[in-house]
């Protein structure tokens, strides 16, 4: 069986971008939104579509909640179809990872991108490309096996249950978080193997870098920071090989954050100052390639826009070298969060002025979501407004938290401190 693009649940393609576009059942354009009576996860994800500069955001179908979960952005282009551009932004929304597809509706063809799956967009040499998984030509006929340009199976869910468009559309190994727990892991091995420094120092410098380097993309440190401790120096990675330069960077990050994440004792800062192994440590992290050719981790993500709780975990998992924390999808944490801290049960929280705790808070990925849940909360009874400073901090003050781990407790801070400061910047 095949369907044209005229067909009713596929004319949304064919009429994208035009004055006379398809009115579909959740698709919802970014331009002429109004979060008026919207509920507050709707226009959290308008907000992000439109700073990505979507048209669109197709959402599922949520009779209970008001706002399903968002299925693809959409974006119309003049084109051309190959544009870098294009592949930068897919690169960084599969490191964000929020929605699983992208549609980008072109002159005569429409392309289909994956965002829960293998990185499609950049090549073996570390090019960036833009590379559909399936491309339609606006006047050919779909076939009925091909569920993605059904705007029905889009939007009742049930694309994901045929097992083909799962297997094309989906891959929970693959996708951008946990494919970076695993480089870091691979990354943690091969640092393991060199036998540079000790243990624990060369696990903490490995998460660190990883820190800095989100803190670095997110604009968190001024573009002279790095200078002010080796002359010359525009990155971390070329701090990170010089020892006394190493040192009175973390000192300044740990000056700068809360949590005490970037402290480091008088033994490990000795240890730093002297070591001729530093030099060869800041190879193995930096290199471009790992075992097998395949690019790293540095290649691969837009730090800028990972979710600040996907770096805490990974640091809980990799800096005690144990077997004692499980990575938690953010979406996990979402679908908990959805029952446990319900909007209503947010306006029966503030009114009573309670708090939030999480009694074995680990990293603090819980605390985190929950507090974005609180300023969002605000924001919807206040009229969409951005809240200032002194609201903000008014808000953290709701979130605690527990850990026998004191490591764990210093992360969560500097979660919470981070979460924070990117509110302050929206």
Request: with cysteine; glycine share 6%; proline share 5%.
């Amino acid at each position: 069986m095949v369907m044209s693009v005229s067909d009713d649940a596929t004319a949304w393609i064919g009429s994208l971008g035009e004055p006379n576009a398809e009115i579909v059942d959740g698709l919802v354009r970014v331009e002429d939104y109004s979060s008026d009576g919207r509920p507050p996860e709707e226009v959290a994800i308008m907000e992000k579509a439109a700073s990505y500069g979507a048209y669109a955001v197709f959402f599922k179908a949520d009779p209970k909640r008001g706002a399903g979960a968002p299925q693809a952005f959409v974006f119309v282009s003049d084109g051309p179809a190959n544009d870098p551009s294009f592949a930068e932004l897919h690169k960084r929304l599969w490191s964000w990872g929020g929605v699983p597809l992208l549609y980008r509706r072109l002159p005569g063809t429409v392309q289909l991108f994956r965002c829960a799956h293998k990185p499609d967009f950049i090549t073996s040499s570390g090019e960036l490309i833009c590379n559909p998984v399936k491309t339609l030509t606006l006047a050919s006929r779909i076939s009925a096996h091909e569920a993605w340009w059904d705007a029905e199976r889009l939007r009742n869910s049930t694309l994901w249950d045929d097992p083909a468009a799962c297997k094309l559309l989906l891959s929970s190994s693959k996708s951008a978080h946990r494919r970076l727990v695993d480089a870091v892991g691979e990354l943690h091995r091969r640092l393991k193997a060199s036998r540079l420094l000790n243990a624990p120092l060369r696990r903490r410098l490995l998460i660190l870098s990883l820190l800095i380097a989100y803190l670095e993309e997110r604009g968190a440190l001024p573009s002279d920071f790095f200078g002010q401790f080796l002359e010359g120096a525009t990155r971390f990675f070329h701090v990170l090989a010089n020892g006394p330069a190493l040192v009175e960077l973390l000192k300044a990050l740990e000056k700068r954050f809360n949590g005490h994440v970037f402290a480091i004792d008088d033994a490990d800062q000795k240890m730093l100052e002297t070591s001729t192994e530093l030099d060869g440590f800041s190879t193995l992290i930096e290199a471009r390639e790992e075992t097998g050719g395949q690019l790293n981790l540095w290649a691969l993500y837009s730090f800028r826009d990972l979710p600040v709780e996907v770096i805490s975990h990974i640091y809980q998992l990799f800096v005690t070298d144990t077997d004692s924390s499980v990575y938690t999808p953010p979406s996990l944490v979402r679908l908990m969060l959805d029952e446990a801290l319900s909007w209503q049960r947010l306006d029966s929280l503030m009114e009573k002025g309670e708090l939030i705790l999480d009694p074995a808070c680990g990293s603090g990925v819980f605390l985190v979501e929950a507090y974005k849940r609180l300023v969002l909360h605000w924001r919807s009874t206040h009229g969409w407004a951005k809240p200032g400073v002194d609201v903000l901090r008014s808000l953290i003050e709701r979130v605690r938290g527990v850990d026998v781990e004191r490591g764990a407790i210093e992360l969560a801070a500097f979660s919470l401190c981070l979460a924070l400061w990117m509110e302050c910047r929206r």
